[in-house]
């Protein structure tokens, strides 16, 4: 709601689901990006900002259906949202330049799983950069289930984070909560990942293998070993043969810590790199492969997802197996390689 007060206007605020259990203050921050936290402050003490009618101090916890009220110009309002010229981002941003529908796997009110198609950013590394978010944000404005105006204070995100070419499962979340949760599950491992990725040579057995792994964040290369270092992470990867031949293995790979190029750099540790894996794996395969099939990307997919039991906004998926097709190259290729 929006009503004029001589130059000045008063815009109403009905404070949604999304925004409720969050401090008054970080709102604010949020509503109008561009502003310095000594005006919220000024305008709170001047009684040009209000909650529910009331003067406020800014840490204020907000709730369902609180109303805010700022008594200020739509310049001003303008000027503090970074909303006069548009940029990387912005809602109209992001609507002219990521149009393109996402390949959806599930969806309900509060959650969506995307299958992310190798080649993409699950998340901007740049502001110009078109990521699934920006696809995810694009067609949640499509479809209604978003407006600019929410995507001020909220944005809807990506939970877990795939290599730009390694395709598969992306969840997120639509709502705070969902969000919140979701992420939590991938932290705690409580949702169970797995993966499909065809490798050089044959495979002796299933296994379940540890090691160190570290990051160099120059290269942007990680190296495994077996034994811990300074700045090494703890790493755990499970692994199961579908079919082989004496030159390929297709593998399913259970995730059980999630690290930066975890699977890649730990089956190349042991003698098994991924097929198109050109910053871990072996050239000369690599080469056949693209010759052959005009591979250039590595075949790994995020395949499958089991949630344990959960309430809330992910009551819907409680108990739930997701799965997301191979690509049409992935599954050529295993196809031709007589693994699948």
């Known amino acids: 709601m929006v009503l004029n007060f001589g130059e000045k206007t008063m815009k109403e605020i ?132 978003i407006s600019k105006e929410e995507l001020r204070t909220f944005h809807p995100s990506v939970c877990n984070r795939l290599d730009r070419n390694t395709s598969g499962l992306i969840a997120a979340g639509k709502t705070l909560q969902a969000l919140q949760q979701l992420s939590e599950m991938f932290r705690d491992r409580s949702l169970k990942k797995y993966y499909l990725c065809l490798v050089r040579g044959k495979v002796s057995s299933d296994s379940h293998i540890s090691g160190y792994l570290k990051k160099d964040p120059r290269t942007n290369r990680v190296t495994v070993s077996r034994t811990p270092s300074a700045a090494a992470s703890p790493i755990e990867t499970e692994y199961h043969i579908i079919k082989q031949t004496k030159d390929v293995t297709l593998l399913e790979v259970h995730l059980i810590t999630g690290k930066t190029h975890q699977i890649r750099a730990h089956l190349a540790s042991i003698g098994h790199p991924i097929a198109g894996d050109y910053k871990y794996g072996n050239r000369a395969f690599n080469e056949t492969l693209k010759k052959e099939y005009g591979l250039s990307s590595q075949l790994l997919h995020a395949y499958r997802l089991n949630f344990p039991k959960c309430g809330g906004d992910l009551s819907l998926l409680s108990g739930k197996e997701l799965q997301a097709p191979l690509p049409p190259l992935f599954q050529k290729i295993c196809q031709e390689k007589g693994v699948i």
Do not use: C
């Open 14 to 145: 009905i404070i949604k689901k999304n925004e409720a259990g969050q401090r008054f203050d970080k709102f604010l921050a949020k509503y109008m990006s561009q502003a310095p936290k000594s005006f919220f402050y000024k305008m709170l003490r001047k009684k040009n900002i209000t909650l529910n009618g009331k003067k406020a101090a800014g840490n204020e916890i907000l709730e369902l259906n609180d109303t805010v009220r700022l008594f200020l110009s739509d310049e001003t309002i303008q000027k503090f949202s970074g909303t006069i010229q548009q940029s990387p981002g912005d809602p109209d941003w992001i609507l002219a330049h990521a149009g393109k529908e996402p390949s959806i796997i599930y969806e309900d009110e509060s959650t969506i799983f995307l299958n992310k198609p190798a080649g993409m950013l699950s998340q901007k590394a740049k502001p110009d950069d078109i990521s699934m978010v920006e696809h995810l944000i694009a067609y949640l404005l499509n479809s209604g289930q």
